[in-house]
């Protein structure tokens, strides 16, 4: 976006919405972004989920459009035809058809009101959720209009390219099998990984069968990445690769090499070509795959022995003091005793 100032035709209002219900376990993530030349509704995007890693993952962005993004294609690979969904859109499209509504999110978020915006959502939002009450959270901000739009067309464009050769992989797969008279292979996206040497644990790449799962590193710079790593709950290397597990679906030897095929989740798998006869480091789902909560666990144990030896060294600290001040007035008391005796001596 440009630095020098937008005129008021060339603005939108971009806002991020999240509403946390603790009853159900559940929260709802939205981005709309409104025309405030035109006082219209440009498109809007949310995520109903159970998944807080997918929570996490979503508030760490601050680019609202990256976001808008993130959510349209993780709900295109999770939650494709979702009547659920499909209801709850109707719920907003209710509340942004009304002109009213438009007006007055245009005027509370150029005065910072972010409670008025919640109470346009609030109570349709609620009875949605059977009449639950979310914890809200809401932020806004002002973005180029056409960077808006160029952003969706991109993002709907990235859908239909996926969604095409989805289709034209299951077409190219059903001619073969009625050729072949075989059952129907799935389609897949290839993402691009390399292999986890380890050279003392691991096991040889000769002798790796399908079925086995091995550690691979991919990427962290496109979307269907992140959607990976987040559902395999994989973990951040020192170079920001994500490291994840991968079954092994496929085995092919040539002559100076070996290509395998690998399955990361549903329509995603990687192929890697090694001429090296290196040793593949397995997936262990102890070591390699570590929860939210054990980390959790794992904090406060640390913590509570932190505080177990403060205490230790406080108590210890306060019996020093005790003996200190024991001894100071026993010293005291047998000065006194001394004079006592001097004097009446003399």
Do not use: W
């Not at 949310?46 to 993780?74: C, G, P, Q, R, W």
């Not at 993002?155 to 050729?179: F, L, R, Y």
């Not at 990361?264 to 570590?290: R, V």
């Amino acid at each position: 976006m440009s630095l020098q100032k937008l005129n008021s035709n060339d603005e939108a209002v971009a806002i991020k919405m999240s509403a946390e219900y603790s009853d159900l376990n559940k929260y709802i993530y939205m981005v709309f972004f409104i025309d405030k030349y035109n006082n219209c509704l440009i498109d809007f995007t949310f995520v109903i989920s159970d998944d807080y890693k997918l929570l996490n993952f979503l508030n760490a962005y601050t680019d609202l459009l990256e976001l808008y993004k993130h959510i349209k294609i993780y709900n295109r690979l999770n939650n494709n035809n979702s009547e659920y969904l499909k209801k709850f859109n109707e719920v907003i499209m209710n509340i942004m058809s009304e002109e009213k509504n438009i007006n007055n999110i245009i005027i509370y978020q150029s005065n910072n009101n972010n409670i008025s915006i919640i109470d346009i959502f609030s109570s349709s939002m609620s009875r949605f959720m059977d009449f639950h009450i979310g914890v809200f959270d809401v932020s806004s901000k002002i973005i180029d209009t056409n960077s808006v739009r160029l952003a969706i067309e991109n993002v709907n464009k990235e859908i239909e390219e996926g969604s095409s050769m989805h289709i034209a992989n299951n077409n190219n797969s059903a001619e073969q099998n009625t050729d072949n008279n075989e059952p129907e292979t799935p389609s897949y996206k290839l993402i691009e990984a390399s292999f986890i040497v380890d050279p003392m644990g691991g096991k040889s790449i000769n002798d790796i069968e399908p079925g086995d799962k091995v550690i691979v590193s991919i990427n962290s710079n496109t979307v269907e990445e992140n959607i990976i790593y987040l559902e395999l709950k994989g973990k951040k290397d020192k170079n920001s690769k994500y490291l994840v597990p991968a079954e092994v679906l496929e085995k092919t030897a040539e002559e100076k090499s070996i290509k395998i095929l690998l399955k990361l989740i549903d329509g995603y798998c990687c192929l890697i070509e090694e001429i090296e006869p290196i040793k593949l480091k397995l997936f262990s789902p102890n070591k390699d795959i570590k929860d939210i909560k054990d980390a959790n666990n794992e904090e406060n144990i640390l913590e509570n022995k932190d505080n177990t030896f403060l205490e230790k060294i406080f108590s210890k600290f306060n019996m020093f003091k005790l003996i200190m001040f024991g001894l100071g007035t026993i010293i005291i008391l047998v000065f006194l005793a001394i004079l006592y005796v001097f004097y009446f001596q003399i």
